[in-house]
Nanobody
Framework: QVHLVDTGGGLVEAGASLRLSCVAS????????MAWFRQAPGKEREFVAA???????YYAHALKGRFTISRDNAKNMLSLQMDSLKAEDTAVYYC???????????????????????WGQGTQVTVSS
């Protein structure tokens, strides 16, 4: 049973930074791609960033440059550094673990919700303007 716990959300002002963390248990963390998604009120869940088992990173085009995804396989931990936050970044953020080991393929594969079978409970990020 895979278990993901994501933390680090909060209420910040526009322009501030936050760092989200996700701790995984239940399988060999280093063998799987991981990702962050977010869901704003009234909107569908959307891709934020992903990192392959080998450390290759993928970002939503609109967020690249402000957000940085990383992983620490020794600690079974996934992180998302969010800088220069904007009001439109307000959402619940979810970490996600891939269904299968190894590479998921191309960018178009990493951004698909269906590629991820395991989800954290979500952490609220609120950015005031």
């Amino acid at each position: 049973q895979v278990h993901l716990v994501d933390t680090g959300g909060g209420l910040v002002e526009a322009g501030a930074s936050l760092r989200l963390s996700c701790v995984a248990s239940g399988r060999i963390f280093s063998a799987y791609a991981m990702a962050w998604f977010r869901q704003a009120p009234g909107k569908e869940r959307e891709f934020v960033a992903a990192i392959s088992y080998a450390g290759e990173t993928y970002y939503a085009h609109a967020l690249k440059g402000r957000f940085t995804i990383s992983r620490d396989n020794a600690k079974n931990m996934l992180s998302l550094q969010m800088d220069s936050l904007k009001a439109e970044d307000t959402a619940v953020y979810y970490c996600a673990g891939a269904r299968i080991e190894g590479t998921l393929g191309y960018y178009s594969d990493y951004i698909q919700i269906a590629q991820y079978a395991h989800w954290g409970q979500g952490t609220q990020v609120t950015v005031s303007s």
